[in-house]
């Protein structure tokens, strides 16, 4: 509901005799000069013209002039400035838009260095990775024809040695570049060609200034000039849920790690209410290679089958990730978390 109207505040009192008007009208009345203005909400909008009044000794209420005195006061030519604050309201406003800009400015300003020290802190992370040509790094890049994936397998003083794919998945797209890779088992049939790209193109090419990290084209054998997007290191493994089923307290769900490779696996169960199946412990492997499927079997009681808990995982460069695990009904996933030691 919007509550608007006029109202009034004194500018200034003083005694009739001041003004030459008869001197016993002192002990009667006050004569007021005051201020009309328009509110929205109780708040001063804007003024609508100043008018006089006639307090009575004794009485709380104003009342109006006769016209004789009205017009007697009005010729005497008083001024009065309008007060500031009978703009309360636009002024209110343009406070409020004053500190909302300042801070917009603000927040555009420290997001702006936020993004550069991010961007410097990808560069040499990015250099490192070229430099020491680490496994598990994936290049994405696109050419005339699309995207290729390259992943690092291998690398000298000078190059790294890639396979490479340009299969795009659309099934988990939030893991495509790993798919592209892992689809009918391409890694394992020797399908996926092998390329080599010179480290310091890929050095030239980035630039962690400009609008666009990557801004210049690289040559390779056979796919021409590619433009590299983004870079990632994904060195622990990501589970692609294959499916689940359950009957008569039996339970068992599938899962794909297209990731790297786990030299070690312990399961933990979360002290959670909820829980009512049991997984055989046996089956998380010591090892799970990339491609490897992981296929889980336990016994639940109640409809339906549930299970919260965390899964350590010991993966090839030795270090720890922790993934949550999830399953309930048909539904299951296994997805890592942020912290690492």
């Known amino acids: 509901m919007i509550v608007f109207g006029w109202n009034t505040f004194k500018l200034a009192s003083f005694k009739p005799s001041s003004v030459d008007l008869p001197k016993e009208m002192d002990t009667q009345v006050t004569i007021e000069r005051k201020q009309k203005y328009f509110h929205l909400f109780w ?34 030519q008083l001024t009065y400035k309008t007060p500031w604050y009978t703009f309360a309201l636009p002024l209110l406003a343009m406070a409020i838009g004053v500190i909302y800009f300042v801070q917009s400015e603000i927040k555009s300003y420290q997001w702006k260095k936020q993004y550069e020290a991010d961007q410097i802190v990808k560069k040499e992370q990015f250099l490192s990775l070229v430099k020491k040509g680490e496994t598990n790094t994936y290049l994405l890049l696109n050419n005339t024809e699309g995207s290729l994936y390259l992943k690092v397998i291998g690398s000298d003083a000078n190059t790294l040695k890639c396979v490479s794919s340009n299969i795009n998945d659309s099934r988990n797209y939030s893991n495509y570049v790993l798919a592209a890779f892992i689809i009918d088992e391409q890694l394992e049939t020797g399908k996926l060609d092998t390329i080599t790209v010179q480290k310091k193109d890929l050095i030239s090419a980035y630039n962690a200034t400009g609008d666009s990290q990557f801004e210049t084209k690289i040559n390779l054998p056979d796919y021409g ?25 039996n339970y068992m769900c599938t899962f794909k790690n297209i990731g790297a490779s786990v030299k070690k696996m312990k399961f933990q169960q979360r002290d959670d209410a909820r829980n009512n199946l049991v997984l ?62």
């Open 43 to 76: 708040i001063p909008f804007f003024p609508i013209g100043q008018v006089w009044t006639i307090k009575k000794k004794g009485d709380s209420n104003t009342y109006e002039p006769t016209t004789a005195i009205n017009q007697y006061l009005d010729s005497l």
């Open 225 to 249: 000039a590619c433009t590299l997007n983004e870079f990632r290191v994904i060195d622990y493994p990501v589970f692609e849920f294959g499916g689940a089923s359950y009957k008569d307290g």
């Open 280 to 341: 055989d412990s046996t089956l998380f492997k010591n090892e799970l290679q990339t491609g490897d499927n992981l296929i889980l079997m336990g016994k639940y009681t109640n409809a339906e089958p549930v299970l919260m808990g965390n899964l350590l995982v010991l993966n090839d460069n030795n270090k720890i990730d922790t993934c949550s695990v999830y399953m309930n009904g048909v539904h299951a996933g296994i997805e890592k978390k942020e912290n690492r030691n």
